[in-house]
Antibody, heavy 119, light 108 residues
Framework: EVQLVQSGAEVKKPGESLKISCRGS????????IGWVRQTPGKGLEWLGI????????RYNPSFQGQVTISADNSISTAYLHWGSLRASDTAFYYC????????????WGQGTLVTVSS | EIVLTQSPGTLSLSPGERATLSCRAS???????LAWYQQKPGQAPRLLIF???RRATGIPDTFSGSGSGTEFTLTINRLDPEDFAVYYC?????????FGQGTRLEIK
């Protein structure tokens, strides 16, 4: 059974850095694209980007390029979403997703990680 | 980027009725790469339909998708109480992938 398990909720201050994680199981992690989606009450669902773990090919939504970094560690079947300097507007639920194929819809979803950025 | 507009914003129906949800794209969706998701409170979205009309694994045949180009429809026949949720469309044919703003299906 494919599962994506994300790290827990985070509360951070503006300007701090953060890395959240998503561990995949039940499939060969390196061979499937893995992406990140965020959800806010104001803007709804937004696609941040996607990475192919086997060669680290990464595609970003231009709106988020430079704002976040997507990476993976194949040895522990884990993908990451990293911020160097958080802003209040980064407050959101973040989901990791595994499409079937690329391009492809998000077939599998993590349970979500709530990130709150507040002074 | 492709903007997806869903209508109506809220749909109030009774169990047993049919729901028809619309998703309009600002430009043609490449290869009809259009998906529909269902989201219930406190849960991640769940994939229902992909490729405009193909049901995802485990999705009952009361859910059907249709359309092409810029106009797409999700139909839910014989609404079950479990079907009342928020529904989103998404296009994955052009980067960046984009989502509609959602239709809330509520019990009348």
């Amino acid at each position: 059974e494919v599962q994506l398990v994300q790290s827990g909720a985070e509360v951070k201050k503006p300007g701090e850095s953060l890395k959240i994680s998503c561990r995949g199981s039940g499939y060969n992690f390196a061979n499937y694209w893995i992406g990140w989606v965020r959800q806010t009450p104001g803007k709804g669902l937004e696609w941040l980007g996607i990475l192919y773990p086997i060669d680290s090919d990464t595609r970003y939504n231009p709106s988020f390029q430079g704002q976040v970094t997507i990476s993976a560690d194949n040895s522990i079947s884990t993908a990451y979403l990293h911020w160097g300097s958080l802003r209040a507007s980064d407050t959101a639920f973040y989901y990791c997703v595994r499409p079937f194929g690329f391009p492809g819809p998000a077939q599998y979803w993590g349970q979500g990680t709530l990130v709150t950025v507040s002074s | 980027e492709i903007v997806l507009t869903q209508s109506p914003g809220t749909l109030s129906l009774s169990p047993g009725e049919r729901a028809t949800l619309s998703c309009r794209a600002s430009q043609s969706v490449s290869s009809n790469y259009l998906a529909w998701y269902q989201q219930k409170p406190g849960q991640a979205p769940r994939l229902l339909i992909f490729g405009a009309s193909r049901r995802a694994t485990g999705i009952p045949d009361t859910f059907s998708g249709s359309g092409s180009g810029t106009e797409f429809t999700l139909t839910i026949n014989r609404l079950d109480p479990e079907d009342f949720a928020v529904y989103y469309c998404q296009q994955y044919g052009s980067s960046p992938y984009t989502f509609g703003q959602g239709t809330r299906l509520e019990i009348k």
